[in-house]
Each structure stands twice: as C-alpha cells, then as structure tokens.
C-alpha cells in the first residue's frame, strides 16, 4: 500500500473544476518539517492563480471536499494556501497491523510491467578489472533489484568488452613477451601483465608524440630555432634527447600498430589468433566471475562484442540501405543531431566501432525480448557515445523503446584526483575488496570480540563488501565521490555497517526476550502508537513502498538509501525512548517487538534491494 499513491488519488477526486487533476495531485508530496504535517497539497496556489481565485479560499473548498478518511481527517489550510495532511495515529497503527503479515512489506507490483533490459558491470575482459568497474556493477544490480521488486521482467546484461583492441595488446605481448610458466600458473596474471607491457609500450605516442608533432610542425614552417627552443620547454623534464624522443616515439607507434594489426587479424578469423583468443577467454571469464559470485551479482545475458561481430556486417548495410548511414571520406558514418561529429560505424579500413556493436546488440535484444526499455549503467564521460546510438536506433525503427543511459560518476582517492594505489596503478578490484574485509575485521574484532573467531570472519566479509556497495550506492550516482575505507566501514553515520548494525540490533532484542520473529507475526499483536518516537518509525515503516517508487522512476539507489538511514536513525531514537521488554504492560511489549520486526525486515529488504547481506549479530 502505497500512502502517497492513496492521498494523491484523493485530491485529484477533489481537484478543482477546469484543472488537470493529475497536475494538481502530483504537488503532493510528504512534508520536509512534521510542524506540517505529514503530507502536503502545495497545488492550490497555483490553482488559484489559474483560475484568478484567492488561494485559501480555494484551499479551504478543497479541505472541504475532500475524502482522506480512513487515513487521516479534512487537511488544515496553512500558509498563503497549503493544505497539511495529519494522518490518524489508529489508522497507522491498523496499517502496521497489516504490515506485520505482509512478507513484502507493502512493496505491490506495478500495473503494468514491462520488460527492462539493464546493460551493467560491462568491463573490458583480458583487462584487470579495476575500481571504476565497480560503480556499473553496483548500481546495476541494485536497480535491477528494485526494478524486479516492483514487478517488472528485468534482464541482466553483461555487455563484456571482448572483442576490442586490448586482445591485439594481449596478442603482441603474447608473440613477443610471454612467460609460459607464469601463465601455467596464473593465466589471468599473466594476460594482465601481457596488456599492461603492451600499453606502457605504446604510451609514449600518446604522451610524447603530440608535443614532438608540435616542434615538427615548426621546423617545417622554418622555424628551427622556436622548434628548439619548444622541444626544451616540452622535452626538458622527459630527460631525453631529441634522437631518443624520436626513437621511443616511433618505437611506441609501431608497437600501437601491431597491435592493430593483430586485432585485425582476429576479427578477420585469423586461425592463430582466433585460437588464442578462445584460450583466453575461459581464463577471463572464470577470474570475472569469482568477483561477480563475491559481490552476489548474476546476469541472464552475457554476451559480448565478439557475439555481436557477425551481424555487423548487416547493420552496417541496412542502415545504408534505409539511407540512414552515408559514405564520408571512405568510411561509413551516421549524422545525428546528437553531436556535432557524425557516428562512424565503419571505418576506412573496413573495421566495425564500439557504435556498430552498440546498435547490433540493440537489434538482437529488441527480437530476442521485445524489450520496453532499455537501460545503460555506463560512466558519465560515455555521453555523447549512447546520445548517438540511441538517436540512430530511433531512426533505424526502434522509437517505441525507451532508452536511457543511467550515467554516473568518477571515483575519487583523498586528493580527490581518480582514485589510484600509491604504486601509481589504478586499484584492482579484488585487492580493494580484501581491504575493506581487512578494516571490517578490525571494526568487528574491536566491537564484537565475544563472537567466535569463524563468525567474525563472516561478519568482515557481509560487513566489508556491504561497506563498499553502501558507499557508493548512497551518493547520487552522477557526482564523483571520494573513496575513504575508514568512513565506509564506520559503525556510525550514513554507511552500510551502521544500517547491518541497527538489523541485529532488532534481533538481538527477541534473543533477550527469549521470544522470536516468527512468534511475534504469528500472534499479530495489535499495535499502539502512543509514544511521537513510536509514531515516526511507524510512519517511516509504511513508507517503503512509496520510496521505491521514486528511487525506481528516477533510477536511483540513493534514493533508498537515505530512507534506510533515517529509518535506523528513527529506529534508534525509538529504542532510547521506548522500553521494549521493560514496557509498561505484556500488549505494549509485544506491540513494541512488533515495531522491532518490522524494522528488521525493512533494513533488511531495503539492503537486500541494494544487494548488501545482514547478519543475526555483530
Ligand atoms: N566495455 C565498455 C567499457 O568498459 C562498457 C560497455 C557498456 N555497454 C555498452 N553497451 N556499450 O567502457
């Protein structure tokens, strides 16, 4: 049940003649200060204005018509027109009753669900996995969660990166520098050290080539004492001579070409290439999944770029057969009001693009699912990449799908710079993920030293991972944030551990009253909301259902996560203030215990929803 839902049905009944009724329920909203209310219909000033009536006046008709029984009685008209929805302390505590025998906690399904497609996680395989890769997958997950949990047929699609030119890298290192008993031994290690020589190799084209183009062009306007004079302001801290920043150049163009080269020649089906590309892969994929199974992460659809490369051919010739795509300069491009720059789908040799991939994973998904929307969990900086590919699949005949790039932003380190180890490499995920267990032991072997050692253990790891997710699930995904393991494992503020604490806080609490859940439910008792602490976590409690929809329609997680930190906070004031087991009579008690579970389950349907565990005790 949905309380939001409910009033806002009861004020467009009441809505005022010659208005749109669902514009003028939609300005309720919950109140920001309880001096208000509960709820508030803000949409009376506006309507007055409208229709040239005063405001209060108007207000007080509304008050007056309209029908907010059971819930609550007739609005108070506050303000230059507010109208304040105080809802009836018997009514809430008839719908906790309610609650109490509800395994979803109120959370209905919606009327009509769709088919959402969730492109997340999505790394580049062969690659090591790094922190960055953690956002799409976290995020993801938790929307899917909550997209399901409100009925909808999610699809979880793992988009993998495997099919791009870090395997032309892999295959390079692979020709020139491989070491057979170290990939015996740890394949996947041994791939990663392959890509990461290639790409250091090839960096100094990236780095060095721009400024050396830029002397070069000045000798060629004769300019040869300004173009000395440039390479020593450019050059100077390089240390290296104008030979050798020539030849580290060239060295590095060449290795950038072979590379290209080899990646070339696998997609051409090269058979030396194809066959080490399909001795990778189950390395890859293995190493990917141990994280995804850590992190409690499952995908129905995990098909990459090589899956896609046999239909692109056909894309790119359809598109040019409905006069979508043009030849421009030898390749084959897409102009879009998107971006300025047009999409090129293939280039001048003949290769295919990360677009081309894009659109053909559109197609398959659309005829394999006949999906309704279709959602990209992708860093921010890929913007303009989806503003393009969803604008040509609009084109192309997919304008009744919803397409949206879910973008977030960057991880930070402490200097607020892209988060990086102190050895200079981007952090790795699995070895980010055995610290924050680390300092989650710490936090759990300083409060919990009472608890077996194995027990412990188990606590770190929920407590660790969860510490993690949390932390990046309670910022708008879109801001960057800073990555700081000692506030993400605090067992006080807005962290997962504060929240996993308040849940074996509310079953501790039946262990010492030598009762359980499960009796409590059974029993029903009925509830009492005497005590303005016990009144705010009951209405919190009721309000699950409602804060998912907004973190659903808006896509964001964050969303849930604010209403479970100032669900525990509500909770924590309630348990200073209200004796439980010490009530004041055996109904109070049981009444109290009631609010206790229901606490407990919503925490913990609440953090299941953002994919974190909770433990019985810490
Ligand atoms: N592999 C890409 C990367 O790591 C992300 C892919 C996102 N999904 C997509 N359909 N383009 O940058």
Same mark, same amino acid.
């Given at each position: ?91 809430? +505590? /008839? %719908? $906790?009753?309610?609650? =109490?025998?509800? *395994?979803?906690?109120?959370?209905? @399904? ?116 300004? +173009? /000395? %004079? $440039?390479?020593?302001? =450019?050059?100077? *801290?390089?240390?290296?001579?104008? @030979? ?375």
């Amino acid at each position: 049940m949905n309380i939001l839902n409910r009033l806002r049905r009861a004020f467009a009944d009441a809505a005022p003649e010659g208005l749109s009724a669902d514009a003028f329920s939609q300005a309720v909203r919950p109140s920001t200060d309880p001096r208000f209310g509960d709820y508030q219909a803000n949409g009376c000033m506006a309507a007055a204005k409208a229709l040239g009536r005063n405001p209060r006046e108007l207000a007080a008709e509304v008050a007056s018509r309209v029908d907010l029984s059971p819930m609550a009685g007739p609005p108070e008209v506050a303000g230059p027109g507010f109208l304040n929805v105080r809802l009836i302390e018997d009514w809430i +505590a /008839a %719908a $906790l009753g309610d609650l =109490l025998a509800d *395994d979803r906690l109120g959370v209905e @399904p919606v009327d009509d669900p769709e088919t959402i497609i969730i492109d997340y996680s999505s790394p580049n395989v062969a690659k090591p996995m790094h922190v960055g890769h953690i956002r799409s997958t976290v995020i993801g997950e938790s929307l899917s969660r909550i997209l399901a949990a409100q009925g909808h047929k999610v699809i979880r699609d793992n988009h993998l990166g495997d099919w791009g030119l870090q395997f032309g890298q892999i295959l390079w290192g692979w020709k020139h520098h491989l070491d057979r008993d170290a990939f015996e031994r740890d394949p996947v290690g041994e791939l990663a050290r392959l890509y990461r020589l290639a790409a250091a190799k090839m960096k100094p084209a990236e780095d060095l080539g721009p400024r050396l183009a830029k002397v070069q062009a000045l000798e060629s306007q004769g300019k040869p004492d300004e +173009a /000395a %004079a $440039l390479f020593a302001r =450019l050059f100077g *801290d390089s240390g290296l001579s104008r @030979p050798q920043a020539e030849a580290a150049v060239a060295e590095a163009l060449a290795v950038a070409e072979a590379a290209r080269e080899e990646t070339a020649k696998l997609h051409a089906g090269d058979p030396e290439n194809r066959k080490l590309w399909e001795r990778f892969m189950p390395h890859c994929l293995e190493a990917l999944e141990g994280i995804y199974q850590r992190l409690g992460v499952k995908f129905d659809v995990q098909l990459g770029e090589s899956f896609y490369d046999a239909m692109l051919p056909e894309v790119v010739a359809d598109l040019k057969a409905k006069g979508i795509a043009q030849t421009s300069a030898g390749a084959t491009v897409v102009f879009t009001e998107a971006t300025s720059a047009p999409m090129i789908v293939q280039k001048r040799d003949g290769a295919f693009t990360y677009a081309t991939s894009d659109l053909a994973k559109i197609k398959y998904c659309e005829e394999e699912f006949d999906a309704d929307r279709l959602l990209y969990v992708v860093d921010s900086r890929q913007a303009d990449h989806f503003k393009q590919v969803f604008d040509v699949a609009r084109s192309w005949g997919y304008s009744s799908v919803d397409f949206e790039h879910v973008a977030f932003g960057t991880i930070l380190g402490r200097d607020r710079k892209p988060f990086k180890t102190r050895s200079g490499d981007v952090v790795g995920l699995e070895s980010l993920l055995d610290e924050a267990v680390a300092k989650a032991r710490e936090v759990v072997d300083e409060n919990s030293a009472h608890l077996p050692e194995q027990e412990r253990a188990r606590i770190a790891e929920v407590v660790g991972i969860g510490a993690v997710k949390y932390a990046d699930l309670s910022q708008n995904r879109l801001s960057d944030y800073v990555f700081d393991l000692d506030k993400m494992v605090a067992m006080n503020g807005n962290t997962a551990t504060y929240l996993q604490y308040a849940y074996a806080r509310t079953r501790s609490i039946f262990r010492k009253g030598e009762t359980t859940p499960e009796a409590i439910r059974r029993a029903r008792p009925p509830i009492f909301i005497t005590h303005p602490a016990e009144r705010a976590l009951g209405l919190a409690l009721l309000r699950l259902p409602e804060t998912l929809d907004v973190a659903a329609a808006e896509l964001k997680p964050n969303v849930l996560t604010d209403y479970l930190f100032g669900l525990a906070n509500l909770f924590s004031s309630f348990f200073e203030e209200c004796p439980v087991l010490k009530a004041e009579s055996p109904e109070r008690r049981d009444s109290r215990l009631a609010l206790c579970d229901l606490t407990g389950r919503t925490l913990a349907f609440g953090l299941d929803l953002l994919g974190i565990e909770v433990v019985e005790r810490m």
